[in-house]
Nanobody, 115 residues
Framework: QVQLVESGGGLVQAGGSLRLSCAAS????????MGWYRQAPGKQRDLVAT???????NYADSVKGRFTISRDNAKTTVYLQMNSLKPEDTAVYYC?????????WGQGTQVTVSS
């Protein structure tokens, strides 16, 4: 069974930083695009950032210049470095693995940014 396990969430003050990790297992990690999404209370789940199997990245406008997605294929892990955090970044952050016919989600990790 495919597993995506997120870690690194927590409580941080506005302007601070957090680094999220998502460790994948039971997939051929190097063949999958990976992404981070977030869902705030009462809102839909939104794209934060994606990185393709080839390393191309894409960001939501709201996080451009503050967040960086990266991947380590040897460790089958994707990261999200979040800097200059704002209260509106507060959400549950979900890891996603996507390929042509498969799409997997992690359980999520809470990020709370206090003002």
């Amino acid at each position: 069974q495919v597993q995506l396990v997120e870690s690194g969430g927590g409580l941080v003050q506005a302007g601070g930083s957090l680094r999220l990790s998502c460790a994948a297992s039971r997939i051929v990690f190097s063949l999958y695009g990976m992404g981070w999404y977030r869902q705030a209370p009462g809102k839909q789940r939104d794209l934060v950032a994606t990185i393709t199997s080839g390393g191309s990245t894409n960001y939501a406008d709201s996080v451009k210049g503050r967040f960086t997605i990266s991947r380590d294929n040897a460790k089958t892990t994707v990261y999200l470095q979040m800097n200059s955090l704002k209260p509106e970044d507060t959400a549950v952050y979900y890891c996603n693995a996507f390929a042509r016919y498969n799409n997997y989600w992690g359980q999520g990790t809470q990020v709370t940014v206090s003002s």
